[in-house]
Nanobody, 125 residues
Framework: QVQLVESGGGLVQAGGSLRLSCTASGSIFSIDTMGWYRQAPGKQRELVATLTSAHITNYADSVKGRFTISRDNAKNTAQNTVYLEMNSLKPEDTAVYYC???????????????WGQGTQVTVSS
């Protein structure tokens, strides 16, 4: 069973920085993509940033130049961590941030989408 556990959210003033972490653990044969989505109150969940196993990144236009996604790849794919470094934070970045993973749990199974439970990021003006 795959689990994604986030940490690092909190309250920060506008212009400040936060670093989110997400560790994937469990039965993981291979990882295609890990990343972050966010959902603000009354809005749909939206992509923030993703990073593929081929080291291809994709960022929302609203965070380009301010956020950086990176990953630690353990030799044992049972545990991998993805980070989101967030700088120059704005009040509009306030949301619940969800870790995302697209994994193949075993050789014989296809990839599935996995989600963490979310961590709150609040940026005060």
């Amino acid at each position: 069973q795959v689990q994604l556990v986030e940490s690092g959210g909190g309250l920060v003033q506008a212009g400040g920085s936060l670093r989110l972490s997400c560790t994937a653990s469990g039965s993981i044969f291979s990882i295609d993509t890990m990343g972050w989505y966010r959902q603000a109150p009354g809005k749909q969940r939206e992509l923030v940033a993703t990073l593929t196993s081929a080291h291809i990144t994709n960022y929302a236009d609203s965070v380009k130049g301010r956020f950086t996604i990176s990953r630690d790849n353990a030799k044992n794919t049972a545990q991998n961590t993805v980070y989101l470094e967030m700088n120059s934070l704005k009040p509009e970045d306030t949301a619940v941030y969800y870790c995302y993973g697209y994994f193949r749990p075993t050789l014989r199974e296809p990839e599935y989408h996995y989600w963490g439970q979310g961590t709150q990021v609040t940026v005060s003006s």
